[in-house]
């Protein structure tokens, strides 16, 4: 289980979590809306101790990551995979073996074994022959989906996923949709996914989480968030909703 | 607000750079601690030693050959004009040979690999940093140190006396071939004179040196690489900065290495 307690977070004075209280249930897909420039990148990355709280606590499995030393983190970072929001892949190095690094550096799998997976990943992600591109020959939408790959190509216990069908198209956010509630549902990892997609969120979430001003003002069930009474909640999902129609 | 006492504003003006610098090579430093410690950690990274070493070592061969054969030829143009003053063209040779293997073979060969690698290293980890591809080896549980900085700080440790070898020999010969193919000095003198004032210490110590500059040069990229921010623009200073410190910090510590060595 994850648990953000009382996370506040300036960067050269602009506060961007204040007082910030979520938990992430385990074994469930939780997506965090919120809106542009937020804090929801920020918030995820304190999630993965990418970036520490100013103060306030970050535990996993009751852990404290902040209190941890490098070494220890990297234990714990073991169990995490994670999708950046501009998909982060390794510019000096083709797509295969992009996919393989996590591979190649936390198990004993052979080079046969681990191709076969690297295949697989890229199939899934609704991607063919491009294991031997470099990432700078791909498209943008292309390359999230290997970020994609790489993400859940260890089958981590926690994925976090930074806005995994922005730019992509609506027949292809339908099937990374359904590629995350199955492999949440084959491998029972625990899912946080940020989404600007309204739709999207209350197909794949168990729960959601709304960022709004540095605070989770609210988390619960899809039903539940799509009626609640708060205004700012209800104007996020109505304009949302209304955009998404007008694509 | 108190109103702060002239002379301290002066003072705090005139020291914060100090500081700032102070500050730096301390990070420097830390950088240097943290990578040796990972040089013995497993999994140990033959292969990306390995690869540096390629690029840092095989990459710069051909730049290394022409700087070291016209500065050993250029070298031995001036002292033919210096010692036919007084007669004394027999000793170009030893001079040629003295000069190279302990000053200008390493430090020459240090700068050029400066601007050619140390320069890309910086280039390289600091577009990793500003793309998050370094927050992502971190997501992956690999410590960037470990598989980024530390292959390149040994490979430019163990290449730059290499090269310098290289270089030594190519500007020895390159002084051979003005002296005496052009200046028409005495073949058989001219070697005898090297082989009686060049000391095998003359050229070791020249090499000591040139690992040292390795060092700095990797250590300095490596640092301003992990250090970057700003984007591509950030880059781009990111990497001049690292060439202008390397080479600095390269000529001062030259003179000090020189200062305990011979
Ligand atoms: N490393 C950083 N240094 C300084 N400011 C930062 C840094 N990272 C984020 N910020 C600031 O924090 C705020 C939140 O950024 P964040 O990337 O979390 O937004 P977001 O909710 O993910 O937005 P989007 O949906 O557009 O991706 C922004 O105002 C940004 O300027
Ligand atoms: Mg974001």
């Given at each position: ?13 602009q506060?961007v979590?204040?007082?910030?209280d979520?938990?992430i ?22 999630i ?13 499995d ?16 073991k ?12 510019d ?23 191709d ?8 899934e ?40 069908t ?28 940020i ?12 729960k ?40 | ?27 420097i ?6 990578a ?8 140990f ?9 390629e690029?840092?070592g ?32 027999s ?33 390289e ?48 010969l390159?002084g ?34 040139a ?25 781009g ?26």
């Amino acid at each position: 289980m994850i648990e953000l307690i009382k996370i506040c977070k300036s960067f050269k004075g602009q506060k961007v979590l204040d007082n910030l209280d979520l938990k992430i249930e385990p074994e469930k897909i939780t997506v965090i809306i919120g809106r542009s420039g937020g804090g929801k990148s920020v918030l995820l990355k304190h999630i993965i101790g990418l970036i520490k709280p100013d103060s306030g606590q970050v535990l996993v499995d009751g852990i404290d990551t902040a209190k941890l030393n490098d070494k220890e983190l990297n234990e714990t970072r073991k169990v995490f995979g994670m999708l950046f929001q501009d998909a982060a892949l390794f510019d000096s190095m083709t797509v295969g073996e992009n996919v393989a690094f996590p591979l190649k550096e936390h198990t004993k799998l052979s080079k046969k074994e681990i191709d076969k997976i690297v295949e697989e990943k890229l199939l899934e992600v609704g991607l063919k022959n491009v294991t031997h591109k470099m990432p700078s020959e791909l498209s943008g939408g292309m390359r999230k989906r290997v970020g994609l790959a790489r993400a859940i190509a260890l089958n981590p216990k926690i994925v976090l996923f930074d806005e995994p069908t922005t730019g992509l198209d609506p027949i292809m956010c339908e099937s990374i949709d359904k590629l995350i509630i199955n492999t949440q549902r084959s491998t029972r990892a625990t899912f946080v996914v940020i989404s600007h997609d309204i739709g999207s969120t209350f197909k794949i979430a168990h729960k959601v989480a709304m960022l709004y001003e540095g605070k989770i003002i609210k988390t619960g069930t899809p039903e539940e968030i799509r009626s609640s009474n708060n205004p700012v909640i209800k104007q996020f999902i109505n304009r949302e909703t209304a955009k998404a129609c007008q694509n | 607000m108190v109103k702060c006492n002239p002379m301290i504003r002066l003072l705090e003006l005139a020291g914060k750079p100090f500081i700032i610098a102070v500050e730096e090579a301390g990070r420097i430093m830390l950088l240097l601690m943290s990578a040796t410690i990972w040089m013995f950690r497993a999994p140990f990274r033959f292969q990306l030693i390995f690869k540096q070493m390629e690029f840092v070592g095989v990459n710069s061969i051909f730049v290394v050959l022409i700087t070291g054969a016209f500065t050993g030829m250029v070298f031995a143009l001036q002292s033919y004009h210096g010692f036919r003053l007084f007669g004394g063209e027999s000793l170009v040779g030893s001079t040629v040979a003295l000069g190279m293997t302990r000053e200008l073979g390493p430090v020459f060969t240090a700068l050029m690999v400066t601007g050619r690698v140390g320069s890309a290293m910086t280039a390289e980890i600091g577009t990793m940093k500003v793309t998050e591809q370094i927050d992502a080896l971190h997501t992956m549980s690999v410590n960037p140190i470990h598989y980024l900085v530390m292959p390149r700080i040994v490979a430019a440790i163990l290449m730059l006396p290499v090269l310098t070898v290289v270089s030594d020999f190519i500007g020895i010969l390159g002084g051979y071939f003005v002296g005496v193919e052009l200046l028409k000095i005495n073949s058989g003198i001219f070697v005898a004179k090297i082989v009686e004032y060049v000391e095998l210490e003359d050229i070791f110590n020249g090499l000591i040196k040139a690992a040292c500059f390795g060092l700095i040069l990797s250590l300095i990229g490596c640092y301003k690489g992990i250090n970057t921010a700003g984007g591509a623009e950030g880059v781009g200073k990111a990497t001049t900065q690292s060439v202008v410190l390397s080479s600095i910090t390269i000529f001062i510590s030259d003179y000090f290495l020189t200062s305990f060595m011979f």
